[in-house]
DNA sequence: GCGCGATATGTTATGACATTACGCTATCGA
DNA sequence: TCGATAGCGTAATGTCATAACATATCGCGC
């Protein structure tokens, strides 16, 4: 509705409110995923007191793809590519370590294209695309 | 109630107890994605009054290729694809509606093929892999 | 048949994750 | 000034999943 010539479409990533602030920074100095719970719980003497809190925060960073969703651990990463908040980025791909919990975001062009390809044959209007891979990082695998 | 399993005509499934099959034949029945629950509430009459009862039937089929586990909505599904238990599959790939909850398996041997190439390089040990692709099916699009 | 380990089952209680509903406040432009 | 939009705080509730424990059943060597 408001329309008016508007400035830009990318978004300001530096636009956050206090909590968003807040639970970007726990994401960033964490080293796994964290569940909204976790975020809760590292935040109380900030302030925080409701999961709703931490969910809505966390719905406005993933928005601006400061921050990922894993599915398969019903946790949260900070995004660690530029490209997923910068521009077009290929469908952003998780590495999950069953080890440690380490994260490794990468994105794979003719992975994107296939899956691409497979909405465009069936007539499919793709929305969002979720690849995680589950197994032992090399590290955890040397030690 | 007499268990009258003598002859297996047809590769369907494997011996599976009473209460796996009774979830394999709802999930079966079912045109979209079940929550436990959901499979719960349809065997209530069957005499089955506990979520434990449905997970572990639902954990061994999952073992045996005959259903899957669609991480992104905290459903299940049947399989749809033979090759899942048969031989040795592709990753398993779903495009779940948004819309009707359809959900359609299909695996990509390239996209398999490219997440492996990226496993290998890398050193992870894959173990298992997610993907799932939401949007709008061609069927409701129409609509 | 008997003993015994492996597997499946039934029940209760609890833990973990996520959302609905309501009300308040600040901001911004018509 | 008014109304729309966005964010915030809190309580209650809803949804998904597992722990812990007790029983039952099957397969098989003896
Ligand atoms: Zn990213
Ligand atoms: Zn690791
Ligand atoms: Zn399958
Ligand atoms: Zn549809």
């Known amino acids: ?24 920074t726990t994401l960033n100095n964490a080293e796994a995923p964290l569940s909204a719970y976790d975020i809760l719980d590292k935040l109380r003497d900030e302030g925080l007191r409701a999961p709703l809190q931490v969910y809505r925060a966390l719905e406005k960073l993933i928005e601006h793809g400061l921050a990922h969703r894993l ?13 997923c908040h910068g ?36 007539g499919f209007a793709l929305e969002r695309t979720t690849i995680e891979l589950r197994g032992r990082c090399a590290e955890c695998r040397a030690a």
Not at 71 to 83: G, K, P, Q, T, Y
Not at 90 to 100: D, E, K, L
């Open 87 to 122: 521009r077009a980025s290929g469908t952003a791909a998780f590495a999950i370590c069953s080890n440690g919990g380490r994260v490794d975001e990468f994105a794979d062009p003719e992975v994107t294209a296939r899956l691409a390809a497979w909405a465009g044959e069936t």
């Open 1 to 24: 509705m408001a329309h008016s010539h508007e400035a830009h479409h990318h978004e300001r990533p530096r636009d956050l409110t206090r909590n968003q602030e807040l639970v970007l």
């Open 71 to 83: 599915e398969s651990l019903n946790a949260f990463v900070c995004c660690a590519d530029a490209n």
